[in-house]
């Protein structure tokens, strides 16, 4: 698992997971859309009034978006118990986002007994059924044994498949094992590339990455003098940010 602050900073910017979970269908959609635009414009108690019925209803997604509000406490009161209820029962229709969820919960003992174990086993359920920050979260897991039987190349293979499903923090992580030749041959032509992956996808992380590439003479495509200035301009950038 990730550490506590890196948890906790999924829970606080769940609002804008909750704008993007769009896996809406049938005649549910059009008031599930208005929730959502309730939730974009902050308008809780709006959202919540259509969501509780739909979330009684079994709507696996009205579920998901009415539990971490409670879990936020965003138009009601906070309520972990309330919102693992919730989280579980669109976890019980394999609802990957809520597994992600329940995972962090149970690891920070959030409306139920610290459960370790059983938060492992909930991120590992979401990372198969393909959420990318499970499956981002899980390469960590590996990467540092922590809670997970397995080596550096599961790391890899799930960092990799987080980086299939948009997960733009794998990208710094799978160049890093590419320059460092962790779980793979070092390859300073991929190095470069996922780093450019992920700044273009504004992880300014990924200047420290450039910088120290170009520094080396490493930075695929460029010849001594271009590494020098593109190693002045990332450096420079990155302590600015």
Known sequence: ????????????VAATLLALALGLGGAMAAPLDDALAAIRAKQFAKAIAVLEPLAMSGDKDAQ?????????GQGVIQDSPRALELLGRASDQNDARAEF???????????????????????????EHGY???EYNLGIAYFNSRGVKGTVLDSFHWYRRAAEHGEW????????MYELGIATPTDYREATRWNYRGL??????TLVSIGRLADDGHLAGSDTAANEEIAYVAFSLA???
């Open 64 to 72: 998901f978006n009415l539990g971490v509000l409670y879990l936020q």
């Open 169 to 176: 923090r794998a990208y710094v992580a799978i160049a890093t």
């Open 101 to 127: 969820y329940l995972a962090l919960m149970h690891h920070q003992g959030l409306g139920t007994a610290q459960d370790t174990s059983k938060a492992m086993s909930l991120l590992k359920k979401s990372a």
């Open 200 to 205: 273009a996808s504004g992880d300014l992380s």
């Open 1 to 12: 698992m990730c550490g506590d602050e890196e948890m906790l900073s999924f829970i606080k």
């Open 132 to 134: 990318g920050p499970a």
């Open 239 to 241: 302590g600015s940010v």
